[in-house]
């Protein structure tokens, strides 16, 4: 996979303001969303997602996820909060507006997963939340509100799949997410990054309802062409918000790039090995 987590990205033109959402969503959907395609694939092989497969993704980004369970043959529906990410996934997933090119089945939803809901429609066989959680200090409530949404959607007996961070030892990339803990330390705010903690997926799930139905590891390795594309894929998971606001853009890229150094090889790409968790969960 090598050649594909670390091709080049040339850099957006033009001075950018403190958060360009529309050069965020780039970066995401150019750079980084691709790393967490071996999580995307391994959950996909153990559920035998496929054409009997009614998939709801929340937090869907640019639609990477949407798009493989959809080559599979699954109807999906996505939602997200980021009208940014959502114009990305519909050149992805519904070009020329709904023509006869998109994909049968597929729907996008700007808003909540109850804006997704559709009378008569059959129930959601299998809902997603692919955007890693355990990093952000109080992400997991803002899950847990996604999830009361989007479960009363989803059959009895349907899977919940939710994701976060491995061990932090098992993760590179926790050396140089610490940049935006330091930063953002004078702010003491509730999105900074923490390290993941063992049990975070499956407190999420309890708290919903859920129950536990199986769980895995997937090593999800970050690659990119070169320190300038790492800063912007790194910055465009939004883990480092807090720092920007507590600093500036050039103070956190200036960290991150002595952050990174260590990471970096002798053609200049810049390599991480991470561990992902998923949890399986089960609607009652």
């Avoid at 070009?95 to 008569?120: C, I, M, N, W, Y």
């Avoid at 390795?221 to 500036?248: E, N, Q, W």
């Amino acid at each position: 996979m090598t050649p594909t987590l670390v091709r080049q990205h040339l850099p957006h033109a033009g001075a950018a303001p403190r958060v360009d959402l529309r050069a965020r969503a780039r970066d995401w959907s150019e750079i980084q969303e691709r790393m967490l395609v071996p999580l995307y694939e391994a959950v996909y092989e153990r559920l035998d997602v496929g054409p009997t497969t009614r998939l709801l993704g929340l937090g869907c980004g640019s639609g990477l996820a949407l798009l493989m369970a959809a080559a599979r043959g699954a109807a999906v529906t996505g939602v997200d909060a980021s009208p940014e990410r959502m114009a990305l996934a519909r050149q992805r997933l519904l070009p020329e507006a709904g023509a006869a090119r998109a994909r049968p089945g597929t729907r996008l939803v700007d808003g909540s997963p109850r804006d997704t809901k559709e009378p008569g429609a059959p129930a959601y066989t299998l809902v997603t939340a692919f955007e890693p959680i355990g990093c952000l200090a109080g992400d997991s409530e803002g899950l847990g509100g996604l999830l009361a949404e989007a479960t009363p959607l989803a059959g009895r007996g349907a899977a919940v799949v939710l994701a976060g961070w491995g061990p932090p030892e098992r993760c590179a990339t926790t050396s140089v997410l610490r940049v935006a803990t330091k930063l953002a330390e004078p702010l003491r705010s509730t999105g900074s990054w923490r390290p993941a903690l063992r049990d975070d997926l499956e407190d999420v799930a309890q708290r919903a309802g859920l129950e536990p139905d199986g769980s895995g590891r997937v090593a999800c390795p970050f690659g990119y062409a070169d320190v300038d594309s790492a800063v912007r894929g790194l910055k465009s998971t939004g883990l480092f918000d807090a720092a920007i606001t507590a600093t500036d853009q050039v103070q956190v890229d200036k960290e991150l790039t002595e952050a990174l150094h260590p990471h970096q090889r002798q053609d200049g790409t810049v390599w991480m090995p991470n561990v992902f968790r998923y949890l399986i969960a089960r609607t009652p």
